[in-house]
């Protein structure tokens, strides 16, 4: 047998795919769900495009509370025994898990701050101006 192939359960792989197969397998990079964040000035108004990939819309919350906007998701990435069988699949991880964070978006009325998501990044736009405290919690639409 060659010195760059390797027996897997009766099968052959190239060195390359032993990490896949380790006991310890690190899964902290499938999981990552940091929600990295920029944000920009247009005009009158901050932008926040929140980083979200692989998360459904139907998943993702906003809350305005005491001038902090919190952003919520969880995602849900599975896979069917089928769907693994029909694609050849030797290995497949499974992954759910929320992620939430929130921004300090001063005095801001609900009404005034927009949400939309697309491609895999939520964008959050409000006014740079401060209106009215708000002191009850309440969840923002994400169009």
């Known amino acids: 047998m060659s010195r760059y192939v390797t027996r897997y359960n009766g099968g052959f792989l190239d ?9 310890d397998l690190n899964t902290e990079n499938f999981g990552n769900l940091s929600m990295k964040t920029d944000v920009k000035e247009e ?3 901050y932008l926040l495009e929140v980083e979200m990939p692989g998360f459904d819309k139907n998943n993702i919350k906003l809350y305005l509370k005491d001038g902090y906007l919190t952003v919520e998701g969880q995602v849900n990435r599975s896979y069917k025994d089928k769907d693994a069988k029909k694609g050849g699949f030797i290995h497949r991880e499974r992954f759910s898990g929320s992620a939430s964070r929130s921004y300090y978006v001063g005095d801001v009325e609900e009404k005034n701050i927009h949400a939309s998501y697309k491609d895999g990044v939520l964008t959050i736009s409000f006014p740079k101006e401060s209106s009215k405290k708000v ?7 994400i169009q």
């Open 15 to 23: 060195p390359l795919f032993d990490g896949f197969f380790d006991e």
């Open 43 to 45: 005009g009158n108004d």
């Open 135 to 141: 002191d009850e919690s309440h969840r923002i639409a």
